[in-house]
């Protein structure tokens, strides 16, 4: 059984980093390709960012590409998402997911999610 535990999420003002943390168990990371999601309240969830089991790829939406990055560790089993120059239109309930040869930012590709963790940016 996948399982997927986030963490790292808090309260920053803007301008400020955070790092999130996806810890994986039930199954390698070279095996499924890791997506990073986002919800607020009353929005649809959205795509954020994703990284392929195959060779590392990388992938990000227009609205956080150039301030987040995302990575993994094979040997931990974990990925992790950098989020610099945060911005108050960031705050959403961040989760990851995985899926087996989805690459994409589409959460319908994806079969299994975490419980998420807050971000919340704001003076």
């Known amino acids: 059984q996948v399982q997927l535990v986030e963490s790292g999420g808090g309260l920053v003002q803007p301008g400020e980093s955070l790092r999130l943390s996806c810890a994986v168990s039930g199954v390698n990371l070279d095996s499924v390709d890791i997506g990073w999601f986002r919800q607020a309240p009353g929005a649809e969830r959205e795509g954020v960012s994703c990284?392929?089991?195959?060779?590392?790829?990388?992938y990000y939406s227009d609205s956080v590409r150039g301030r987040f990055t995302i990575s993994r560790d094979n040997a931990k089993n974990t990925v992790s998402l950098q989020m610099d120059n945060l911005k108050p239109e960031d705050t959403a309930v961040y989760y990851c997911?995985?899926?087996?040869?989805?690459?994409?930012?589409?959460?319908?590709?994806?079969?299994?999610w975490g419980q998420g963790t807050q971000v919340t940016v704001s003076l």
């Open positions: 990284i392929a089991s195959l060779d590392g790829s990388t």
């Open positions: 997911a995985a899926g087996r040869r989805v690459f994409g930012l589409d959460p319908r590709l994806y079969d299994d």
